[in-house]
């Protein structure tokens, strides 16, 4: 009697564990399908504000950009003196300037630049002041441009900002006169975004990158990145993230650090293998649970440079 109550005791012991089992792995994999439906979700949605913003870029340049007054300029420059370009540089400025103060406005693009044959830049709207570098090994964008003299879209840092870039040849009376760019950084995106799909957006940059790239003096905009000590945020990223964050109702800024930090463990390693990924994370004293997702950004080399953030609400 014993040996059979020994049994059934086994019997039940494992059917109870065997079901437990079966539970706890089909509850995993509703979290992972859950988890990678967000990533995609979120891919998809980042792809969509992209897209939109370069069609925006595209119709800048056909409709204005592109004609006559902006090419003949560009043209006289190319082939003029020192204070011939300085002439040309005000005059293009002052002629775009309209146009570029409402871009600025509407927070569709921040960054309109031109560059000569070879890669020098000869006007940065952001910064007049700054001009007659050469771009090539920083502007590997730039380079393209200049060797193939075909468009070219897609992320890349620069020596004053990173951006969504869309660049331009330009041709006057079928000649080769230089390039034109305009490009969005992430807050044009994030604009965009918070718009439509109201959650807290970030970017963090690869450090390393960062640090090759941006001229010295500017360094001081960026921060460390309290979720991955391999990543960077510009300090103005933050000064909007925190904002922004009272009238999203999701979370507050300081839980929100203290959310980074509880991440950077969880995140780091994929983080520097460059994968797209969702995880949840508990929000300190709070009793919620939020979902993350880091999406990488490849720049116009293919390596992963950046990596986009969002906190669904």
């Given at each position: 009697?014993?040996?059979?109550?020994?049994?059934?005791?086994?019997?039940?012991?494992?059917?109870?564990?065997?079901?437990?089992?079966?539970?706890?792995?089909?509850?995993?994999?509703?979290?992972?399908?859950?988890?990678?439906?967000?990533?995609?979700?979120?891919?998809?949605?980042?792809?969509?504000?992209?897209?939109?913003?370069?069609?925006?870029?595209?119709?800048?340049?056909?409709?204005?950009?592109?004609?006559?007054?902006?090419?003949?300029?560009?043209?006289?420059?190319?082939?003029?003196?020192?204070?011939?370009?300085?002439?040309?540089?005000?005059?293009?400025?002052?002629?775009?300037?309209?146009?570029?103060?409402?871009?600025?406005?509407?927070?569709?693009?921040?960054?309109?630049?031109?560059?000569?044959?070879?890669?020098?830049?000869?006007?940065?709207?952001?910064?007049?002041?700054?001009?007659?570098?050469?771009?090539?090994?920083?502007?590997?964008?730039?380079?393209?441009?200049?060797?193939?003299?075909?468009?070219?879209?897609?992320f890349e840092e620069g020596r004053v900002f990173y951006g969504?870039?869309?660049?331009?040849?330009?041709?006057?009376?079928?000649?080769?006169?230089?390039?034109?760019?305009?490009?969005?950084?992430?807050?044009?995106?994030?604009?965009?975004?918070?718009?439509?799909?109201?959650?807290?957006?970030?970017?963090?940059?690869?450090?390393?990158?960062?640090?090759?790239?941006?001229?010295?003096?500017?360094?001081?905009?960026?921060?460390?990145?309290?979720?991955?000590?391999?990543?960077?945020?510009?300090?103005?990223?933050?000064?909007?993230?925190?904002?922004?964050?009272?009238?999203?109702?999701?979370?507050?800024?300081?839980?929100?650090?203290?959310?980074?930090?509880?991440?950077?463990?969880?995140?780091?390693?994929?983080?520097?293998?460059?994968?797209?990924?969702?995880?949840?994370?508990?929000?300190?004293?709070?009793?919620?649970?939020?979902?993350?997702?880091?999406?990488?950004?490849?720049?116009?080399?293919?390596?992963?440079?950046?990596?986009?953030?969002?906190?669904?609400?």
């Open positions: 009697m014993k040996k059979k109550f020994l049994y059934y005791a086994l019997l039940v012991i494992i059917f109870t564990a065997t079901a437990l089992c079966f539970l706890f792995f089909q509850k995993a994999e509703r979290e992972k399908l859950y988890l990678e439906e967000a990533t995609t979700q979120q891919r998809y949605q980042l792809t969509a504000l992209v897209y939109s913003l370069n069609t925006v870029a595209d119709a800048l340049f056909t409709n204005i950009l592109n004609k006559e007054e902006v090419l003949s300029i560009v043209a006289k420059a190319g082939k003029g003196s020192v204070k011939e370009q300085q002439r040309q540089r005000e005059r293009l400025y002052y002629t775009l300037l309209p146009l570029y103060r409402n871009l600025r406005e509407q927070n569709s693009a921040s960054l309109l630049h031109f560059h000569l044959p070879g890669g020098f830049s000869f006007l940065r709207f952001h910064r007049p002041a700054l001009f007659g570098d050469n771009l090539e090994g920083v502007r590997h964008s730039i380079t393209i441009v200049n060797e193939t003299h075909q468009g070219l879209k897609g969504f870039r869309n660049i331009y040849p330009l041709f006057y009376q079928g000649e080769f006169v230089g390039s034109t760019e305009i490009s969005f950084p992430f807050l044009a995106i994030r604009n965009m975004a918070t718009s439509i799909f109201p959650a807290v957006y970030t970017f963090m940059l690869e450090k390393t990158i960062v640090s090759q790239a941006v001229q010295p003096n500017v360094k001081s905009m960026y921060k460390k990145c309290m979720i991955s000590s391999h990543h960077l945020k510009l300090k103005e990223v933050v000064t909007q993230t925190k904002k922004d964050l009272p009238g999203l109702g999701l979370v507050s800024f300081a839980a929100l650090q203290k959310l980074n930090l509880q991440l950077r463990e969880k995140v780091e390693e994929k983080l520097l293998l460059g994968h797209e990924f969702s995880v949840t994370a508990k929000v300190p004293k709070e009793g919620k649970t939020l979902l993350v997702t880091f999406l990488p950004v490849k720049n116009v080399k293919g390596v992963t440079a950046a990596y986009f953030v969002s906190l669904p609400g």
